[in-house]
């Protein structure tokens, strides 16, 4: 068991993160095209699906234009500024990756967590929620401040002491096995799987519209943290998926070439529109920091 031990240096840690995470989205992309001859077995395969398929992917790329220079640069200097004050100096090796891994799922739990509870994060997560299908491509659908909040919730493990390369990795490890959920073609795994990690099954009935599944199944890795904190739901009945109040399908072609900009951008098109027009400040603050759910009085 030495090598768990074995020091490691942050290019070796970046290197892995690279190999895992280019060869995932070659494995995904393969694995798509195993979805769509699913959907055109199973007589499913429609035009609406396929452009919702491309949309998923031109969202990434809008998410990549958006994010990509300022939040590399936010991330780098916030976690580089961050380790200074770091309680700890945790070394680098397969078994601090692995209590890393642990501990930004938890971070993780919280951050989607709250995503869905505040409105301010749901104008951006929403994004991703808004698909009516459910395959791998939806987990590529990203919302435009999608890479800001995990910033807030991951800054205690650098605090702690946690390398920030390794910090880095683990949140890209988690985000790997949630990609992996996305999928009507595995149905349930074995009750000890099932019990202990977040599984399709588990995150299906997270991407329902169905009241009984709203708000449930927050999980990256282990769906035990959805059981402890009694957001856990099992799903046994069919699955509705999409937003409660969803944006227009795909039924034409001006559709799908307005779709990517109407899917990327209508969280904070509601988010603003809603505060513009609250009367009142208190009205204003619950629309932009309250519940999805909230509405006034009046």
Known sequence: MDWLWAAMKES????????IDDWFFVFSLAFLAFELLRYLFKKK????LMGDTVVNYLTLFMFIFVNLALLAVLYISAYSWASQFAVFDIGINWATIAVCIILADIAYYWEHRFMHKVNLGWATHSVHHSSPYFNISV??????M???????????????GFNPFVVFFSEKFVQIFQ????????KKFPRPIEAIFNTPSHHRVHHASNRKY????????FIIWDRLFGTFVRED?????????????????????????????HGFWRLGKNVLTAKGFKNKWMYMFGTPSWKPKD
């Not at 999608?146 to 702690?160: A, E, R, V």
């Not at 409660?244 to 559709?255: A, H, N, R, S, Y």
């Open 12 to 19: 070796d840690v970046f290197g892995w993160e690279t190999f």
């Open 45 to 48: 395969l429609s035009w609406a």
């Open 139 to 144: 987990a590529y659908r990203f919302g435009p």
């Open 146 to 160: 999608d890479g800001l909040f995990p910033i807030f919730f991951h800054m205690p493990l650098i605090l702690l």
């Open 179 to 186: 990609t992996a959920l996305h999928t009507e073609a595995v």
């Open 214 to 221: 709203l708000d449930s199944n927050y999980a990256g890795i």
């Open 237 to 265: 009945e069919k699955v509705v998926y999409g937003l409660v109040t969803p944006i227009p399908e795909i039924k034409t072609f001006g559709d799908f070439l307005a779709a990517p900009f109407v899917a990327f951008f």
